[in-house]
Protein backbone atom coordinates (compact mmCIF):
# COMPACT_ATOMS: atom_id res chain seq x y z
CA UNK A 1 0.00 0.00 0.00
CA UNK A 2 3.10 2.26 1.05
CA UNK A 3 4.05 2.80 -2.98
CA UNK A 4 0.50 2.72 -4.78
CA UNK A 5 -0.78 7.12 -5.04
CA UNK A 6 -3.52 8.92 -3.68
CA UNK A 7 -5.78 8.60 -6.40
CA UNK A 8 -4.55 4.47 -6.60
CA UNK A 9 -5.72 4.53 -3.13
CA UNK A 10 -8.68 6.20 -3.49
CA UNK A 11 -9.88 4.08 -6.56
CA UNK A 12 -8.92 1.02 -4.18
CA UNK A 13 -11.47 3.27 -1.23
CA UNK A 14 -14.21 3.12 -4.10
CA UNK A 15 -13.97 -0.65 -4.08
CA UNK A 16 -14.90 -0.94 -0.11
CA UNK A 17 -10.81 -1.43 0.46
CA UNK A 18 -10.45 -0.36 3.90
CA UNK A 19 -6.26 -0.98 4.16
CA UNK A 20 -6.42 1.54 1.31
CA UNK A 21 -8.25 3.82 3.48
CA UNK A 22 -6.11 3.39 6.21
CA UNK A 23 -3.13 4.34 4.22
CA UNK A 24 -4.40 7.65 3.14
CA UNK A 25 -5.10 8.26 6.86
CA UNK A 26 -1.76 7.40 7.77
CA UNK A 27 -0.30 10.02 5.41
CA UNK A 28 -2.51 12.82 5.74
CA UNK A 29 -3.65 13.01 9.12
CA UNK A 30 -1.07 15.23 10.30
CA UNK A 31 -1.01 17.68 7.65
CA UNK A 32 -4.76 18.16 7.95
CA UNK A 33 -4.94 18.43 11.77
CA UNK A 34 -1.84 20.77 11.26
CA UNK A 35 -4.17 22.57 8.70
CA UNK A 36 -7.40 22.77 11.09
CA UNK A 37 -5.36 23.40 13.46
CA UNK A 38 -4.09 27.00 12.16
CA UNK A 39 -7.46 27.93 10.89
CA UNK A 40 -9.35 27.20 14.12
CA UNK A 41 -6.71 27.69 16.73
CA UNK A 42 -8.17 25.36 18.86
CA UNK A 43 -6.71 21.59 19.50
CA UNK A 44 -10.16 20.10 20.42
CA UNK A 45 -12.26 21.21 17.45
CA UNK A 46 -9.29 20.65 15.11
CA UNK A 47 -9.20 16.88 15.82
CA UNK A 48 -12.46 16.61 15.08
CA UNK A 49 -12.14 18.77 11.82
CA UNK A 50 -9.88 16.40 10.85
CA UNK A 51 -11.54 13.28 11.66
CA UNK A 52 -14.91 14.61 10.32
CA UNK A 53 -12.63 14.98 7.29
CA UNK A 54 -11.72 11.67 6.61
CA UNK A 55 -15.40 10.28 7.32
CA UNK A 56 -16.45 12.40 4.89
CA UNK A 57 -13.62 11.06 2.28
CA UNK A 58 -15.04 7.41 3.16
CA UNK A 59 -18.59 8.36 2.95
CA UNK A 60 -18.60 10.25 -0.47
CA UNK A 61 -15.22 8.29 -1.96
CA UNK A 62 -17.68 7.57 -4.81
CA UNK A 63 -18.15 11.38 -6.03
CA UNK A 64 -14.08 11.31 -6.18
CA UNK A 65 -12.74 11.77 -9.42
CA UNK A 66 -9.22 10.54 -10.48
CA UNK A 67 -8.38 13.12 -12.87
CA UNK A 68 -8.49 15.49 -9.45
CA UNK A 69 -5.97 16.22 -7.09
CA UNK A 70 -6.71 13.90 -4.38
CA UNK A 71 -4.58 16.41 -1.97
CA UNK A 72 -6.80 19.60 -3.32
CA UNK A 73 -10.26 17.36 -2.87
CA UNK A 74 -9.24 16.65 1.09
CA UNK A 75 -8.22 20.00 1.50
CA UNK A 76 -11.59 21.44 0.14
CA UNK A 77 -13.41 19.13 2.77
CA UNK A 78 -11.24 20.43 5.57
CA UNK A 79 -11.30 23.55 4.29
CA UNK A 80 -15.20 23.93 4.12
CA UNK A 81 -15.77 21.89 7.55
CA UNK A 82 -13.25 24.51 9.00
CA UNK A 83 -15.45 27.41 7.74
CA UNK A 84 -18.22 26.03 8.65
CA UNK A 85 -16.91 25.57 12.29
CA UNK A 86 -15.65 29.70 12.54
CA UNK A 87 -19.05 30.26 11.19
CA UNK A 88 -20.65 28.11 14.26
CA UNK A 89 -18.18 30.01 16.42
CA UNK A 90 -19.08 33.41 15.08
CA UNK A 91 -22.72 33.46 15.52
CA UNK A 92 -22.33 31.65 19.48
CA UNK A 93 -19.64 34.09 20.48
CA UNK A 94 -16.96 37.07 19.63
CA UNK A 95 -13.48 35.95 20.98
CA UNK A 96 -10.89 37.77 21.35
CA UNK A 97 -7.29 36.85 19.98
CA UNK A 98 -5.97 37.16 23.83
CA UNK A 99 -8.39 34.32 25.13
CA UNK A 100 -5.90 31.76 26.08
CA UNK A 101 -6.16 28.56 23.74
CA UNK A 102 -8.36 25.47 24.54
CA UNK A 103 -6.30 23.44 26.45
CA UNK A 104 -8.27 20.22 24.99
CA UNK A 105 -10.47 17.97 26.33
CA UNK A 106 -9.27 14.09 27.47
CA UNK A 107 -12.51 12.65 25.70
CA UNK A 108 -11.36 13.52 22.10
CA UNK A 109 -11.57 11.51 18.85
CA UNK A 110 -9.50 9.09 18.62
CA UNK A 111 -6.81 10.86 15.78
CA UNK A 112 -3.65 11.91 17.31
CA UNK A 113 -2.59 15.35 17.57
CA UNK A 114 0.57 15.61 14.85
CA UNK A 115 3.87 15.85 16.32
CA UNK A 116 5.15 17.48 18.53
CA UNK A 117 8.98 17.97 17.48
CA UNK A 118 9.49 21.17 17.02
CA UNK A 119 8.92 22.69 13.99
CA UNK A 120 11.03 24.97 11.37
CA UNK A 121 8.39 27.89 12.32
CA UNK A 122 9.08 26.95 16.12
CA UNK A 123 12.44 27.17 15.62
CA UNK A 124 12.94 30.26 14.29
CA UNK A 125 10.87 32.10 16.24
CA UNK A 126 10.94 30.88 19.25
CA UNK A 127 7.74 29.31 21.05
CA UNK A 128 6.29 32.80 22.16
CA UNK A 129 6.63 34.70 19.36
CA UNK A 130 4.97 31.37 17.00
CA UNK A 131 2.22 31.58 19.48
CA UNK A 132 1.60 34.94 18.71
CA UNK A 133 1.64 34.49 15.05
CA UNK A 134 -0.61 32.14 15.33
CA UNK A 135 -3.13 34.27 17.20
CA UNK A 136 -2.71 37.10 14.50
CA UNK A 137 -3.58 34.15 11.69
CA UNK A 138 -6.61 33.02 13.65
CA UNK A 139 -7.92 36.71 14.35
CA UNK A 140 -7.67 37.22 10.11
CA UNK A 141 -11.53 37.25 8.61
CA UNK A 142 -11.71 33.66 7.05
CA UNK A 143 -11.01 34.32 3.36
CA UNK A 144 -7.74 35.74 4.34
CA UNK A 145 -6.72 33.52 6.80
CA UNK A 146 -7.68 30.22 4.23
CA UNK A 147 -4.38 31.81 1.85
CA UNK A 148 -2.75 32.57 4.71
CA UNK A 149 -2.97 28.90 6.04
CA UNK A 150 -2.58 27.10 3.06
CA UNK A 151 0.34 29.27 1.56
CA UNK A 152 2.83 30.32 4.22
CA UNK A 153 1.94 27.40 6.74
CA UNK A 154 0.72 24.74 4.61
CA UNK A 155 3.03 25.32 1.36
CA UNK A 156 0.05 24.86 -1.08
CA UNK A 157 1.14 26.28 -4.42
CA UNK A 158 -1.24 29.32 -6.00
CA UNK A 159 -2.15 27.02 -8.45
CA UNK A 160 -3.29 24.37 -6.05
CA UNK A 161 -5.19 26.96 -3.56
CA UNK A 162 -7.05 28.64 -6.05
CA UNK A 163 -8.26 25.28 -6.94
CA UNK A 164 -9.67 24.48 -3.37
CA UNK A 165 -11.20 27.78 -2.62
CA UNK A 166 -12.49 27.72 -6.24
CA UNK A 167 -11.23 31.08 -7.47
CA UNK A 168 -8.54 32.32 -9.54
CA UNK A 169 -4.73 32.88 -8.72
CA UNK A 170 -4.80 36.25 -8.63
CA UNK A 171 -7.51 36.48 -6.04
CA UNK A 172 -5.81 33.91 -4.00
CA UNK A 173 -2.36 36.19 -4.32
CA UNK A 174 -4.13 39.41 -3.19
CA UNK A 175 -5.74 37.56 -0.22
CA UNK A 176 -2.73 36.26 0.56
CA UNK A 177 -0.54 39.95 0.15
CA UNK A 178 -3.67 41.21 2.02
CA UNK A 179 -3.34 38.96 5.04
CA UNK A 180 0.83 38.94 5.18
CA UNK A 181 -0.23 43.00 6.07
CA UNK A 182 -2.60 42.27 8.22
CA UNK A 183 -0.45 40.24 10.18
CA UNK A 184 2.80 42.40 10.08
CA UNK A 185 0.87 45.25 11.11
CA UNK A 186 -0.63 42.91 14.33
CA UNK A 187 2.92 42.16 14.82
CA UNK A 188 5.18 45.33 15.16
CA UNK A 189 2.09 46.57 17.66
CA UNK A 190 2.45 43.85 19.64
CA UNK A 191 6.52 43.28 19.86
CA UNK A 192 6.95 46.98 19.56
CA UNK A 193 8.68 47.87 23.36
CA UNK A 194 6.96 51.63 22.22
CA UNK A 195 3.76 50.98 21.20
CA UNK A 196 0.88 50.47 23.45
CA UNK A 197 -0.93 46.98 22.95
CA UNK A 198 -4.19 47.74 21.62
CA UNK A 199 -6.59 45.63 18.99
CA UNK A 200 -6.32 46.83 15.17
CA UNK A 201 -9.10 48.87 14.37
CA UNK A 202 -12.07 47.29 13.14
CA UNK A 203 -12.50 48.26 9.56
CA UNK A 204 -8.73 46.93 9.37
CA UNK A 205 -10.02 43.67 9.70
CA UNK A 206 -12.92 43.54 7.53
Request: hydrophobic fraction near 35%; charge should be positive.
Amino acid sequence: MQTETPQELMRLVQTGNEEAFSELVRRFKEPITAFALRMLNDPQKALDVAQETFVNVYVHAQSYRPVASFQGWLYRIAHNLAINELRRRKREQTVSIDAPLDPGRPDGPRFEPPDAAPTVEESILGRERMEVVRRCVASLPAKYRSAIVMKDMQGLTFEEIAVILDCPESTVKSRVMRGRRMIRSRLEAIMSPTTPRRHPARQEWS
